[in-house]
């Protein structure tokens, strides 16, 4: 497990990372092209969000946002949505398509570190998908997550499980057999088990509510919930009420 710095690093990004995921930028709203898995994963990220949180005027925190996936999703559900992420190119293309679909979000290039400093206890909800696995410190962007949270507020995370399974499907399959992400995409190292994410929020002082697998189905374009974790999984948090030191 990799322990969690008292501290974030400086920056607490990788430019490779950046790079990688700004080259998929033109294409991120194709449901057929490279980002086509995250197509299918959005309406079940947005219901087990919206199962838990009244979305119509809650405040919501999308973090690394990428082009706005699941950012438009909210706000079409009817919350008033900040969006955050560190790729300039995906930022625009969201705040593009935001423009051509008509739905308002407020989309920023900022770290979560950055915007917690600024406005700590704002928002009701954080949604946090595909992108710990992505960043060097875990830890320090759930930290900043649990600062921007209101006490009562939720954070929602989806992320790889660190399994023999996951390497087998989420890497060699869908990266290298199926072909269905672009190479490169993850790093098994960096997936993360329940276990390490569990002990991440308790540090952020927050109560880990659930875990749930999240099931790729390719062959129908579709994903669903499960309650097999080996490979993909979505968490939910909890600020507890009364909590208002962070």
Known sequence: MNAPS??????????????????????????KGPQKALHALNPVRLAYVADRVGLRGAKVLDVGCGGGLLSEALARAGADVTAIDLADDLVRVARLHGRESGVEVDYRV??????????????????????????????????????????????????????????????????????????GTHQYRDFIRPSELGAWLRESGLQLEDVSGLVYEPWRAAARLSRRTEVNYLACALKPEGDDGR
């Open 6 to 31: 008292a501290a974030p690093q400086t920056p607490n990004f990788r430019q490779s990372e950046l790079d990688k995921f700004s080259a998929l930028a033109n294409r991120w709203w194709d449901p």
């Open 110 to 183: 900022q770290s979560v570190e950055d915007l917690a400093a600024d406005q700590p206890g704002a928002f009701d909800a954080i949604t946090c998908m595909e992108m710990l696995e992505h960043v060097p410190d875990p830890g320090a962007i759930l930290s900043a997550c649990a600062t921007l949270l209101r006490p009562g507020g939720q954070l929602f995370v989806s992320t790889l499980n660190r399994t023999p399974a996951a390497f087998a499907l989420a890497i060699v399959g869908a990266e290298y057999v199926a072909r269905l992400l672009p190479r």
